[in-house]
């Protein structure tokens, strides 16, 4: 009874290390396998691309402006500057819990929120005209002041 042959006892042969078999038998459903994985890291990478694209306009200041403000017996930065017609965030971190500042109002823009205690407040809008305006706590007692700057066309 003659040796089984190599081509029975055969495993698949590995090229230089890069984890692409030979072809055996169900050779041709392992390459099509081969290909649909690479198929699916280039749609990968597109899609890590296109994350990183918008992270870089969320990053930047023409698509939003983001601010920091805490909330202690006033406001800090109590002169908050931003662009008309570019959506603004307002974080306040109110950091304390006496009830005088327990509310924020933009009086101008029609906008008024509750400020939890030790707790980020975001306030989300889009400055739709230019000028100075004041917020104030909900008493009008602790005051700040909104420069939205006039946007240049262009
Ligand atoms: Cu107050």
Known sequence: MPAPTSEVTATPEVHC???????GSDGGRKAVGVEGKERNLKRLRRIEGQVRGLQKMVDDDRYVQEIKITVKGGYSPDVIAVKQG???KLDFYR??????TEQVVF???GIAR??????????EFTPDKAGEFTFACGMNMVRGKLVVEAQTTG
Do not use: M
């Open 114 to 123: 509750d400020l939890p205690a030790f707790r980020t407040t975001s306030i």
């Open 17 to 23: 290390g890069c984890g692409v078999t030979e072809a």
């Open 86 to 88: 570019v959506p603004v």
């Open 107 to 109: 009086g101008d823009f």
């Open 95 to 100: 950091d304390e819990s006496a009830a005088c």
